[in-house]
């Protein structure tokens, strides 16, 4: 992602997430619960709750991923906090912005995407 891309905000947004020291924290049932019940409900195999920082996207909690985090340039997360509503890739493999993307074509195999720039 270019910092041309980035909205004028991103300072703020980012002062606001690192105030929240969420961060590197350690697994909590909320978070887990959440994920669980969005696996069950939308009956997908992957599920997180991300958080983008500067250089990475960090997973707070997650279902169907080993990885603890990845680094932003691959993050779809960062297409969606960049929207003003919820984003929605149907197909990953032939957006434009996801289609070359190591968790789309790499082991993670990423097909479907929704996100939202803020808890929905």
Not at 47 to 67: C, N, T, Y
Request: with cysteine; glycine share 4%; proline share 6%.
């Amino acid at each position: 992602m270019s910092q041309a891309e980035l909205p004028k905000d991103e300072e703020l947004r980012i002062a606001a997430l690192k105030s929240l020291r969420i961060l590197d924290t350690g697994r909590e049932d909320a978070f887990d619960d959440l994920v669980s019940a969005a696996c069950t409900l939308f009956q997908v195999p992957i599920v997180l709750i991300s958080l983008v920082d500067e250089g990475r996207q960090w997973f707070k909690a997650s279902i169907g991923v080993e990885a603890c985090e990845t680094p932003r340039e691959h993050s779809i997360c960062s297409h969606a906090i960049l929207s003003d509503d919820v984003l929605v890739i149907p197909d990953t493999t032939l957006d434009a912005r996801t289609r070359d993307n190591p968790l789309v074509t790499g082991d993670m195999g990423i097909r479907f995407y929704r996100g939202c720039p803020e808890p929905c």
